[in-house]
Structures are given as C-alpha cells and as structure tokens.
C-alpha cells in the first residue's frame, strides 16, 4: 500500500544526515534478519551485534520512514491508558510485573544508548508532564504517584499552580512530573541508531522490500526483488507500516492515520511563557493534546485523525490552532509552519504484543502511538529472544500470531468522536468548556 511521504516533516528538514546505505543486491547469509529499520529493529539489531550476532536489517524505504521518523519525539517511560495494576492484569505474571520494569526504565535505555553511541538528536531529560485536565483525574493522580515510586521513580504531583507554571497553560487541574522523561528529534535519532549498528559490523539494506520468507533446509530465506538473506531468526518489525510480507503480519492491528504539526519558531519570551523548564506535556484525555519545544525553537503536537479531520488539510489547521489557542492563548496568530502525515498501528489494549510467528519467526506490533521508549524497549525483548533466551523468561509473553477482526480499523474511527465527547462531557460536568475538536 501506499503510505504518507516522509519528506514534508519538520524532521526530515532538521535531522541529522542518515549513513549511507544501499538496497540489497546479492544472496547473503547472517545469524538474524530484521525487518524494519525503526526504533524496533534497530534496538534489536544493536543488542544482538553488541554480543556478536551477525545481524542484517531490510528496510522497504529509508532508515526511519515510518512512525520512527514522524512522531512528536516523546519519551515518556509510563503507561498512559492504564494502571500497573491493569498492566499486570492483562500480561498475567511474571510477565505484566516484567514489562512494567521494561516500560518504566525504557527512558534510561534510551539515553543511554544516545550517551554510548554519541547520538547528535538534540536529545534533553527535563521531565515529562502528565496534565490533569478535570479535578476527578487529578484526584486519580496520588495513587498514580505512589505505584510509580514504588518502582523506585521520583515522580511527584504537582499543585495546579505549579502545573501552571510548567505548561504554560490554566487549563488543568494539576498534573504530575516523571523526571526521567524527555523528548528528542526522533529522525536523528533513529538514524543515530543506524549509525551505531553500522558501527558494530552490522548491515542494513535501505529500499529493499522483503518479498517471502521461506525455509531453507534449517534456516530461512528472507527474499527482496534482487537479493535474500539466509539466515537462523527474523524479527518482524515494521509495525504500521507492516505489509502482507507475511500472511496476517499486517492484520494484527488497525491502522490509524495521525497527523503531526510543527510551528514557525517562537521568541525565546514565548517559549518561556510556555514550558519554562522545558518538559514535554501530555494531557489526561482520552484524545490528548500533547507538545514540546523542539531545538530551533517550535512547538510540535500530533493530533489522531479520521473523515474530514486530516482529509481537508485547511480544516485539520484550524482545529489544531482552535485548540490549543484555548489551551495557550499566548499562541494565539502563530501559524503552523510544518505538517505530516504518519500511521500508528493500534491495538485495543494500546501497548504491542510479541508474536511466535513460526519457529524462529518473531514479531511485535500493537505500539499505539508508544514509539521512542517503549519500542526501543521492545526491541531490546526481542533481541533477547533471538540470542536463545527462553520464552519463559523474557519481559513480554509471545502469543500465537492473532489477526484483529476488520471491525476493528471501523471501530476505532468510530471511538475517535466517541472518546472526544466523552472528553467534552467530562469537562463539562465542571462547567469546562473546552472547544470541538
């Protein structure tokens, strides 16, 4: 199918240069094939190289063309649509007390692996703001708090006052900070991630769509147009932007557009006005506005889209500055200067899940919208399945590989107006009231 361009993105302007790669051209052979040369499968590749895997990955575009190149460059290391409790709930144990850990640490994975590559992606740490948008959320937010100090976070709550002050906006309730948050320029840093692998002897083949992936004797064939990869494992890692390269990989989701904005760059008194600590800032809703500060000065946001919201790109504009001149009147004439398109593969427990595709076959999809920590994280898990680690002990568990049912790419379209009244009506109840959007 044919998906959004990259090239219309505020990243693809301002990101640092990606290595030089080429499509693969020849038969090869390696100990594993990645498909995707995303947050996922880079991370896997880096881990397995760093223990001296022979590790190739195939990429069908460029390094970062999906939602790895497009996001808003969050990192923000917690679970936003449920509670640690919920998480355990739904993994079962061990495995939901082990991807807690995997989710909660993921921001130091991610840094550390800038720190030890020396990734140039303007990456900061000043915190992630997590901002109540009715009194009924904020009073949620102290058990919220207590679960993730119990992991050994220094999480805090924040007053209204002080919410204010970080966000720039007097529209919440209070809000609460996790300190290990922060926010990137996610195309350089997908790129950097490439850059590391290429480093530690790994390759990867950019503009290579894989065709099949059949045995060969013990192994597997990986096969694009004019090469293949012989190798032990594949790890299947293209999430949204997953194909039929093999039967039901990219039926175990729904495909959801969103649309993504950038700013002209604002003077340094707005900027301080807004996010003086610069922390990036994610409201409660169930539709959240959410915005950071990038490196040349630009809010950036992402707005979920379906129907005329996104088809008519004028109207998309001006739902986006109808909302957030309520949230920040001080933005108030400021134009968006950049806009895109990307997809998020959705799942309706809105984290991924690992699949045992066949022997030696893995894959994970499902992220929802939870790129830079959660799937570099992932991509950690699945490098550990891949260098023999048992199932039984890894941080996720591996289901059989499960098609979603085609009612859900309808009901998820449906659910967007739906969780937005829901969001309005909550609002509401407090005599809020916050535009349509």
């Known amino acids: 199918m044919a998906f959004a361009p990259l090239e219309p993105s505020l990243w693809f302007a301002t990101a640092s240069p990606a290595p030089e790669t080429g ?18 499968g880079l991370s896997s590749a ?13 990429e069908a575009n460029v390094i970062g063309f999906g ?16 509670s640690l409790a919920g998480v355990r709930k739904i993994l079962g144990e061990p495995f939901g007390t082990r991807f807690i850990a995997a ?39 102290d058990a919220k708090n207590a679960d993730y100090m119990a992991l050994g976070k220094r999480t805090q709550v924040l007053t209204k006052a002080e919410t204010e002050r970080r966000t720039g906006s007097q529209r919440y309730f209070g809000g609460w900070l996790h300190p290990d948050g922060g926010h990137l320029n996610p195309l350089s840093y997908v790129r950097g991630l490439a850059r590391a692998l290429l480093g530690l002897g790994g390759r990867i083949y950019t503009q290579s769509t894989v065709i099949s992936i059949k045995p060969a004797g013990t192994r597997w064939q990986v096969s694009t147009s004019r090469g293949s990869v012989t190798v032990d494992k ?72 379906e129907g005329r919201r996104g088809g008519n790109v004028d109207y998309t504009r001006m739902i986006a500055s109808r ?71 890894l941080a996720m568990p591996m289901d059989p590989l499960t098609t979603v049912s085609p009612l859900l790419n309808l009901a998820t379209r449906v659910a967007l107006p739906y969780v937005r009244l829901v969001d309005q009506m909550s609002a509401w109840r407090y005599g809020i009231r916050p535009p349509k959007y």
């Not at 790895?68 to 923000?76: D, L, M, Y």
């Not at 809105?350 to 919208?369: C, E, K, N, Q, W």
């Open 23 to 40: 499509a693969l051209e020849s038969a090869i052979s390696a100990d594993v094939c990645i498909i995707g040369a995303g947050y996922t």
């Open 46 to 58: 880096i881990h397995l190289a760093e223990k001296g895997t022979a590790v190739v990955v195939l």
């Open 67 to 82: 939602g790895s190149g497009r996001n808003a460059g969050h990192c923000t290391p917690t679970f936003h649509h449920h």
């Open 103 to 141: 989710q909660a640490n993921a921001a130091d994975l991610v840094f550390g692996l800038i720190d030890r590559y020396g990734i140039d992606c303007d990456a900061v740490r000043t915190g992630y703001v997590e901002a109540a948008h009715t009194p009924a959320v904020f009073a949620r937010i």
């Open 234 to 305: 594949v790890v299947l890692a293209s999430g949204a932007y997953s194909t039929a390269y093999w039967p039901g990989i990219d039926r175990t989701f729904a495909r959801l557009a969103t649309a993504a904005f950038a700013t002209e760059p604002l003077s340094p008194e707005l900027i301080e006005s807004i996010v003086p600590e610069n922390n990036t800032v994610v409201e409660t809703r169930s539709d959240p506005a959410s915005y950071r500060i990038t490196a040349d000065g630009r809010l950036v946001t992402t707005m979920m889209v």
């Open 323 to 393: 909302r957030f001149e309520w949230i920040l009147p001080q933005l108030r004439g400021k134009r968006w200067e950049y806009y895109w398109y990307g997809e998020l593969d959705m799942h309706s427990r809105t984290f991924p899940r690992l699949y045992d595709v066949a022997p030696g076959i893995a894959a994970a999809t499902g992220f929802s919208g939870r790129g830079v920590p959660t799937g570099t994280a992932v991509g950690e898990i699945l490098a550990d399945w891949a260098f023999g680690i048992s199932r039984k002990d």
